[in-house]
């Protein structure tokens, strides 16, 4: 399978834990974007990479998110000091960085916070 | 900010039926994309339109790009059971940022 891939699916953590997800994105993208989605909602930004470099950064993203791609290639997010808020779905998407460069969504990290 | 409507919210129809849903912007975007999500699953790009006025169809489905470039429509040809999901539209700005509206649930009566 050369599709977006994400790991955990699902993740259960107790309210002031850390937690990180992994992306893997399609091997010929080098954008790579990171979105949150809670329920009844479309996804909301809250990151992108172009190669290794983090371009943008949403005001979603408060201190407690750090994201990075060191290689260039896969990414990990790492959410510190886990809040209720921070449950829900996290997406993440790749995409070329020219032409009609479409963003291909992995399968989602679904974060419970109890 | 920018912010995307779309209608309806949700819908429930008859297997074989026609399904029409829209999405609006008070922005204007350079690229208009339809995307779905099933349960537990990211969202999967169904048809991307790229020129006002544009009509693309992908099997038994067919978006237009509005001419204001504020608006697009998803029309689906004799649903089936597996249309069932939610359907998002997104609208691309000239920095290739995309923005999603809260999407449109689809559920299909057998």
């Known amino acids: 399978d050369t599709g977006v891939s994400q790991n955990p699916r699902h993740k259960i953590t107790k309210r002031g834990q850390n937690v990180t997800f992994r992306c893997d994105p399609i091997?010929?993208?080098?954008?790579l974007y990171w979105y949150r989605q809670t329920l009844g909602q479309g996804p909301e930004f809250l990151t992108y990479?172009?190669?290794?470099?983090?371009?943008?950064k949403s005001r979603l993203l408060s201190d407690r998110f750090s994201a990075e791609r060191p290689k260039g290639s896969f990414s990990t997010l790492e959410i510190q000091r886990t809040e209720q808020g921070d449950s829900a779905m996290y997406l993440c998407?790749?995409?070329?960085?020219?032409?009609?460069?479409?963003?291909?969504f992995g399968p989602g990290t679904r974060l419970t916070v109890l | 900010g920018q912010q995307l409507n779309q209608s309806p919210q949700s819908m429930f129809i008859q297997e074989g039926e026609d399904v029409s849903m829209n999405c609006t912007s008070s922005?204007?975007?350079?690229?208009w994309l339809w995307y779905k999500q099933e349960p537990g699953e990211g969202p999967v790009l169904l048809i991307a339109?790229?020129?006002?006025?544009e009509l693309t169809s992908n099997g038994r489905l067919t978006a237009q790009f509005g001419i204001t470039r504020k608006d697009s429509f998803l029309n689906i040809s004799a649903s089936i059971p597996s249309d069932v999901g939610i359907y998002f539209c997104?609208?691309?700005?000239?920095?290739?940022?995309?923005?999603f509206g809260p999407g449109t649930s689809l559920s299909v009566i057998p």
């Open positions: 339109l790229y020129k006002a006025g």
């Open positions: 922005s204007i975007f350079n690229t």
């Open positions: 990479f172009q190669n290794e470099a983090q371009l943008e």
């Open positions: 998407a790749s995409s070329l960085e020219r032409g009609r460069n479409e963003q291909f």
């Open positions: 091997s010929e993208h080098n954008r």
């Open positions: 997104a609208g691309k700005t000239s920095y290739d940022k995309v923005i």
